[in-house]
């Protein structure tokens, strides 16, 4: 049967017949919300290149998770920028380390959150790569023991669930044995199993001040131009032990979001980085789009793809626009 006898504008009548048949949900609960922490006391450094986000003390960052779990939402990702950097990321993976610091007192003050930690040197080493330096390459194996201590310290510090970033091979099996080995059997692993070698992280270099002296990631980040390796690193994150895997960026992989949300049956995240959000700022800012329409244009098309959770910079404007919809 055909027009006229079908009519697809009747059930884009009204809002209440388009909230009926909508296919896609976006709510708070979904959203996880990546936050800075840096040394200090009332310190809020606002990041020139992302408008709305800032390096917080941590003092400055429970009252903001305070004002986060205000609208609903749950979870946290936490990015450290240290007092100091060298070539093995030592304060990555130091007890008093500044994300330790962050954990303890999150938890501290708001025992319902759920705090993950991001998982990578590339913070913490002076060279700015996500693994050591020998021979001018980034050396996988020797990597994996650093990044183990780094999951442990958050895992003791109180996290509940750490988000390995770096790219290394077998660094899911190895933080899994490590969590394991210390009594961390419920400490769950987040992977950033399909992370590309992407132009679209250029702003949260400056959030983080973690670019690379020389070279780039290219070596250990994937090839954008890949997606059926993406379904490989996924089932190797997941044979390895990977609790959720995570497709990253967000927007100019879609396909791959829905390729893996197909393929595996464990949760799917995806990151809303920080050039997708960057890019809207600075065109709402000339007034030539509307952010809010089109930051939850972007969430609900990441959530149309096949992502159950979202990690992105909205996070706190989004469950405010989602209650007054
Ligand atoms: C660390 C890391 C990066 C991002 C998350 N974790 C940067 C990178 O790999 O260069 C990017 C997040 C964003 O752009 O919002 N390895």
């Known amino acids: 049967m055909t027009f006229p006898t079908t009519r697809m504008r009747r059930l884009r009548a009204s809002a209440g017949l388009r909230d009926m048949v909508a296919e896609t949900s976006l709510e708070a609960r979904q959203l996880m919300l990546p936050l800075f922490v840096r040394p200090g006391v009332g310190v809020r450094r606002e990041i020139g290149a992302m408008p709305g986000v800032a390096q917080l003390?941590?003092?400055?960052?429970?009252?903001e998770a305070r004002a986060l779990a205000a609208v609903g939402v749950r979870s946290v990702i936490l990015f450290g920028i240290p007092s100091r950097k060298d070539a093995v990321g030592s304060e990555g993976y130091a007890e008093d380390g500044i994300v330790q610091q962050a954990v303890r007192a999150l938890r501290a003050a708001l025992p319902e959150l759920i705090v993950c930690t991001d998982v990578c040197l590339c913070e913490y080493t002076d060279h700015g790569h996500c693994g050591v330096i020998c021979r001018g390459d980034v050396d996988n194996d020797a990597t994996l023991e650093l990044l183990a201590r780094m999951a442990l310290s958050?895992?003791?510090a109180g996290a509940q669930m750490v988000a390995p970033s770096d790219m290394m091979d077998g660094r899911i099996g190895t933080l899994r044995r490590a969590l394991d080995g210390d009594g961390f059997d419920q400490v769950s692993i987040m992977a950033y199993s399909a992370k590309?070698?992407?132009?679209?992280?250029?702003?949260?270099?400056?959030?983080?001040?973690?670019p690379p002296q020389?070279?780039?990631?290219?070596?250990?980040?994937?090839?954008?131009?890949?997606?059926?390796?993406?379904?490989?690193?996924?089932?190797?994150?997941?044979?390895?032990?990977a609790d959720i895997v995570m497709v990253k960026p967000a927007l100019a992989y879609l396909d791959i979001i829905r390729q893996v949300r197909d393929a595996v049956n464990v949760p799917v995240a995806a990151y809303n980085v920080s050039g997708e959000y960057s890019m809207v700022k600075a065109a709402a800012a000339q007034g030539w789009i509307d952010e809010k329409r089109v930051a939850l244009e972007t969430l609900y098309a990441i959530r149309r793809a096949g992502a159950d959770i979202i990690l992105t910079y909205w996070a706190r404007e989004a469950a405010l626009w989602l209650r007054n919809i």
């Open 57 to 63: 003390s941590v003092d400055l960052l429970v009252e």
């Open 154 to 156: 958050h895992a003791r």
């Open 196 to 210: 590309y070698a992407s132009a679209f992280y250029g702003p949260f270099r400056e959030a983080a001040e973690s």
């Open 214 to 241: 020389f070279g780039d990631r290219r070596s250990y980040q994937m090839d954008i131009r890949n997606a059926r390796e993406a379904l490989r690193e996924v089932e190797l994150d997941l044979a390895e032990g």
